[in-house]
């Protein structure tokens, strides 16, 4: 009875090894039993026909491609998931797990990166290269010890000032009302300490806000006004440049980890190489929007360097106010250290 019982015993070993085998010979030779697909959900705020939203339908295709299909990348284009604290909240709650996010919906994430759209501190192109070269790592950590990764970061342009009524001065602004949109509180509140008659406006509510005379001026990038036509209202833009927006790709921490280490590295470089190639795009795009709004009656007011300096002296005026409460102190102050040494070497 016993040899009979180890008989059994043997017989049902030997077939579960046979039957182990057989399933893993499977799952190796047949790709639907081997392939685990990823499907991740990423918001983006911006319209699919700009660059943005072409290089990220060109990422998505890369990354189907890097990892065999097992990784597929839904672009949800448009601002469709809502304004940027929907797209954050979203994010926390794993509705989506990537998105597009300016500084403003950076800021929900991280409050130290709006220092970087702190208005007239970084002034342009070079000036912005330099700080983010200095400052990406060290943001990125913040970030990423929210529980995201960043995978990328580009330009979104330069904000700037339109209005119904030439502007070179801050004391031009302040015969005006400016349009506000509720998701720009941070800039906002350094326009009301800055004396400007601040006025709320829905984001789709700015040409009728215009053509009513409810605002006289917004502040918006190029690009934006571009977008709706508000420059055949508000058909001044002057020179200075306000602030710079920046965007950032990041991606769910939970998420990004669910993908095989084998293909991480490449996903980052396809990130990375799109980020290099949509700030080329957006400057362009920038220059050429402005070109061609010129052609339909924008002027630029072009400012003197004098007139610009009444800029930075009113915001310096205001700007202890500023820091440690609406801008990071240490991050402020590492930025103005950045630039001070650079204009210095450039006296």
Known sequence: MANKNSRTWKSCFCFSIRFVLVLVLLF???PLFAQRKITIKMASPIPENTPWGAVLNQMANDWRKITNGEVEL????????????????????????????????????????????????????????????????????????????????ARVGWVKFFSKSPIYVPADMKKQKLGTMADQAELNQVFKNMGFQMIPVGTNDILIALNSNLVDAVFQSPIAVGSTQAFGLANNMASINVAPFIGAIIINERTWRTIPDKYRPQLIESARKYERQLDREVKKLEDDLIKMMGNYGLKVNQLTAE???????????????????????SIYRRIEALLQDYRNRRR
């Open 28 to 30: 190796s030779i047949n």
């Open 74 to 153: 839904i672009i949800y284009h448009n601002g469709v998931i809502g304004n940027e604290k929907d797209v954050v909240r979203s994010l926390r709650l794993n509705q989506i797990q990537a998105a597009v996010l300016s500084t403003l919906g950076l800021y929900e994430i991280t409050p130290e990166i709006m220092t970087l759209s702190c208005p007239f501190l970084i002034r342009n192109d070079s000036e912005l290269d330099l700080v983010l070269a200095g400052l990406k790592v060290d943001l990125e950590e913040k970030i990423n010890s929210k529980g995201y990764f960043t995978l990328a970061w």
């Open 307 to 329: 007139q610009e300096q009444l800029w930075y002296d009113e915001i310096g005026r205001v700007m202890p106010s500023l820091i440690g409460t609406l801008f990071d102190r």
